[in-house]
């Protein structure tokens, strides 16, 4: 049990209290906040069975004994394993859906959300789709929240890891979706064969090896499956590149998400024609192609991904 400050009374002073304590601590935000206040919010209202959408005017209650144990207990446990706040609370939230996670799987925070809330406006016609891949799903939560925005569509969450299938089969069974969408297990491509999608959409590994060596503690919490993209970051990209038009219906996007490493990608491939996708709530390095532009430079990207 964590020892009790003094002279803290009200939900507003212990969320004043723990990111004071965050701030102190050097924690890392990341992981669904960016910053100690929101985090301090976040948990604290978790740790009372509060909804994380309380009216303000709540923040000025008075707590019981018990109620500022589970919060300093919380608020110690953030501090001492450096866990990001969705492992202790084993929930985040992507495109306003709640998710079940774990350590088996990323934490929801892709700017894709955005795109599946606008039903991939305006780079295709949502009336027109009938099937969607999410590759690398991790949690499902792409892929859940594309099912629950274009509500017709058919969905297929694809992963190597058979523990983030189980954590994605968790979300797809809360979100009462089994019968548009299932998980598969495969290799990127390699178990997909005669399926063809209108989307496919990707957030892989894609973290290169300097710049994963130098993450905080935060991240090191999660899976490194999840985020070792090879030396250069790009290992699965290419592949993706690569394969994907075999994939796609006539008329079919890919979407992927290569964060930081979109600068050693149009660095190998400065004339290619990346579509780099804006974002009015933030976020970068997100790149669509269509079908006829993976077919026209399939080469380049088959002799990229053939190299060591």
């Known amino acids: 049990m964590s020892e009790q400050p003094d002279g803290l009374y009200s939900i507003q002073d212990y969320v004043r209290w723990a990111a004071s304590r965050f701030n102190a601590a050097g924690l890392f935000f990341g992981h669904g906040t960016d910053n100690a206040l929101d985090e301090a919010l976040h948990l604290v209202l978790y740790a009372l069975h509060l909804p994380p959408d309380l009216p303000p005017s709540y923040r000025d209650c008075r707590l019981t004994p018990r109620e500022r144990v589970a919060i300093t207990d919380l608020v110690g446990r953030r501090i ?37 809330e606008a039903g991939f406006d305006p780079w295709m016609d949502a009336d027109a789709v009938t099937r969607v891949l999410d590759l690398c799903t991790g949690s499902g939560c792409i892929g859940i929240a594309t099912a629950v925005y274009l509500p017709d569509v058919e969905v297929d969450l694809v992963d190597i890891s058979t523990a983030a299938l189980r954590v994605a089969e968790t979300n797809l069974q809360n979100h009462g979706l089994s019968e548009r969408v299932q998980t598969l297990e495969s290799d990127l ?3 997909l064969a005669g399926r063809r999608y209108d989307i496919i959409v990707s957030n892989p590994p894609y973290v290169g090896a300097e710049e994963l060596a130098s993450l905080p503690e935060e991240y090191r919490q999660e899976p490194a499956l999840g985020l070792a993209g090879g030396e250069s970051g790009l290992d699965l990209v290419l592949r993706i590149l690569r394969d994907a038009p075999g994939f796609l219906e006539e008329g079919g996007i890919l979407v992927v998400e290569v964060g930081n ?48």
């Open 80 to 116: 001492r394993e450096r866990k990001p706040a969705a492992y202790l609370t084993q929930r985040a939230w992507f495109a306003g859906l709640e998710f079940y996670v774990n350590e088996d799987v990323l934490v929801p925070r892709s700017p894709l959300a955005e795109l599946i």
């Open 189 to 191: 491509f390699t178990g």
């Open 261 to 308: 490493t979109a600068a050693e990608l149009t660095r190998r491939f400065p004339d290619l024609p990346f579509l780099w996708l804006e974002f009015e709530r933030g976020g970068e390095g997100v790149f669509l192609l269509n079908r006829d532009q993976l077919v026209e430079y399939h080469e380049v990207f088959a002799e990229a991904a053939a190299q060591p």
